[in-house]
């Protein structure tokens, strides 16, 4: 699951994982889209028709945290150049970090995706990264998201804080939502998995007509132990992924449905 990183992956690029007995290290994908290719998808005329199917009607009870999303790593440097540009002191750019997302959540590339079920919850979430795959199968683990919860308001720990590119993340934090993470039905040579998940919004803008767009921010990480089983295949003890990231509502089809995983039974 190491690799060399490459500035024009998209996938899980940079993302902070470290084996257990192993130095911090950071993972690369192998997306199929350079930066360049992302960037030129700008020019076409559907990346122009596409703002409207990431709109949702505006609620007066606050952000509705159901549905699909896109999650995108805050490391991404061509990500994260635009969110605090270089000429700018301190203030977030969140409409031109919003913007610059969907021209690669067009391709489409994205660094994980969940999709949250109804409140108040009595259904558990899924989630899926390309980061985190089966060491003996590299195959994605299918994910799960437990004991949703909406809160109030978002509390990271110092050791969170520290994969935020502003420290400050959780301060005047809304509305949000909280879960565990895992894998569903425990997975194959593993022993125990176990993290968090969590969501807020983090910037709106309403429309002429109606609609609203969203930006969301959060945290997910997943701790897993292997069995001895993968032990003595020589995979190590096991491997944790933790990273923020920006969150995007999902992409629709033609016919409207949204666009990713899809909750189980």
């Not at 992956?9 to 470290?18: C, D, I, S, W």
């Not at 919003?98 to 994980?112: E, N």
Request: hydrophobic share 35%.
């Amino acid at each position: 699951m190491s690799g060399k990183s490459d500035r024009g992956l998209l996938f899980l690029t940079r993302l902070k994982q470290r084996r257990r007995g192993e130095k911090r290290a950071k993972i690369a994908d192998t997306a199929s889209h350079s930066e360049n290719d992302v960037e030129s998808a700008v020019a076409e005329t559907q990346l122009q028709n596409l703002f409207i199917t990431f709109y949702r009607k505006e609620e007066d009870n606050g952000p509705l945290f159901s549905g699909k999303f896109d999650l995108y790593a805050m490391v991404l440097p061509f990500l994260s150049k635009v969110y605090l540009p270089t000429n700018s002191p301190s203030t977030p750019q969140y409409e031109e970090l919003y913007k610059t997302i969907l021209t690669y959540q067009a391709k489409p590339d994205f660094s994980a995706q969940v999709v949250l079920p109804d409140a108040p919850y009595a259904k558990d979430g899924v989630a899926g990264s390309r980061a985190l795959c089966d060491p003996m199968e590299c195959l994605p683990y299918d994910l799960s998201l437990e004991d949703i919860k909406a809160v109030n308001k978002l509390s990271y720990t110092e050791h969170q804080k520290s994969f935020f590119l502003a420290r400050d993340s959780d301060v005047g934090s809304g509305p949000a939502i909280t879960a565990n993470t895992g894998i569903i039905d425990g997975g194959c040579g593993i022993q125990t998995a176990r993290g968090k998940f969590m969501m807020k919004r983090v910037w709106t803008k309403a429309n002429p007509d109606g609609t609203l767009t969203e930006l969301f921010e959060g945290f997910f990480s997943l701790m897993i132990s292997y069995s001895n089983l993968y032990k003595r295949k020589g995979h190590g003890s096991g491997d944790d992924t933790e990273f923020a990231f920006w969150a995007v509502r999902a992409r629709r089809d033609v016919d409207g449905k949204e666009i990713g995983l899809n909750l189980g039974s």
